[in-house]
């Protein structure tokens, strides 16, 4: 976990991100989340990830996004979860 204060802490409220385990090339990749849309694209815009990486899955919006922006995402407010707190955070997205 990071003990940097979040630079933006109004966007980050709700947003977060897992643990980069996922192979993109030589790149490791995590997802993140937010308890909204307007959350979720306002953190991207914030660490500079462009739309083109949204993944509007059905029950699952989400970027994925390099190690490089997860830390970006974490100095910001994202909270660091778990694989299996994503997937519960998941259950509950679905159930709203």
């Known amino acids: 976990m990071s003990d940097t204060p979040p ?3 109004e966007l980050a409220l709700g ?3 897992d643990a980069a385990v996922w192979n ?3 790149m490791k990749m ?3 989340v937010a308890e909204s849309l307007d959350q979720l694209h306002a953190m991207a815009d914030r660490i500079g990830v ?3 990486w949204f993944q509007d899955k059905p029950g699952f919006p ?3 996004i390099c190690v490089a922006k ?3 995402a974490v100095a910001n407010g994202a909270k660091e979860i778990s694989w299996h707190e ?3 955070f998941r259950r509950k997205q679905q159930t709203k």
């Open 86 to 88: 994503l997937v519960e």
């Open 7 to 9: 630079l933006f802490p």
């Open 30 to 32: 995590c997802h993140m």
């Open 62 to 64: 989400h970027y994925d």
């Open 50 to 52: 462009h739309r083109r």
């Open 70 to 72: 997860r830390r970006l």
């Open 24 to 26: 993109f090339g030589r």
């Open 15 to 17: 947003v977060y991100v």
